[in-house]
């Protein structure tokens, strides 16, 4: 069987973007502890939800310069929390290995905490997920005339609020690099 293989999208400042298409050991790494998923680069599934981010970005910062890059990510490595199952063996690891390590009572046990610890405490979770992959929820989005749908109701029906965001912990994965 072929590997699974992502075609996945970054927004960043030109030059950071330049030095990760010219340098296959550079990441544009964002360090956090927070709600997200911790330590990593961050990638959209899709070029709309990139170019949505880059003129956010010139928004906010018109003299900036923003690019994007296009990557194809080997997915054989995925920690997929958006698979339940999943998220509640990485919950229950957490679990342990908040006894394990006596994490303290007074630590906000943030998603990005939580993994940021586990990657850095288990040698076999660094090497075995590389990449990391869940649904972000963003209620601002645009949506199309394709599809309808409510927000506050509680059918099932498709919508485009859920964004697939992933973040990217060991390049190996990134099998191509390109700027788009």
Not at 13 to 21: D, G, L, P, S
Not at 72 to 83: E, I, V
Not at 90 to 100: I, Q, S
Request: aromatic share 16%.
């Amino acid at each position: 069987m072929q590997k699974p293989v992502g075609i996945l999208y970054h927004c960043n400042e030109e030059e950071k973007c330049n030095q990760f298409i010219e340098d296959n050991n550079y990441l544009i790494v964002s360090y956090e502890d927070g709600i997200w998923l911790g330590d990593g680069m961050y990638f959209w599934d899709n070029q709309y939800n990139a170019n949505y981010w880059k003129n956010e970005k010139s928004r906010k910062n018109p003299k900036g310069s923003y690019s994007i890059v296009k990557v194809a990510a080997d997915l054989s490595d995925l920690l997929d929390l958006t698979d339940v199952d999943i998220a509640n063996k990485v919950d229950e690891l957490w679990e342990e290995c908040k006894k394990r390590y006596s994490v303290g009572e007074n630590i906000k046990e943030t998603l990005g905490f939580k993994l940021n610890f586990l990657y850095e405490c288990f040698d076999k979770f660094n090497e075995k997920y590389k990449i990391i992959k869940v649904f972000g929820k963003y209620f601002r989005t645009t949506s199309s005339e394709l599809f309808q749908y409510s927000l506050k109701d509680k059918s099932v029906e498709p919508f485009s609020a859920a964004k697939i965001i992933y973040s990217v912990r060991n390049g190996e994965c990134i099998l191509e690099r390109e700027k788009l």
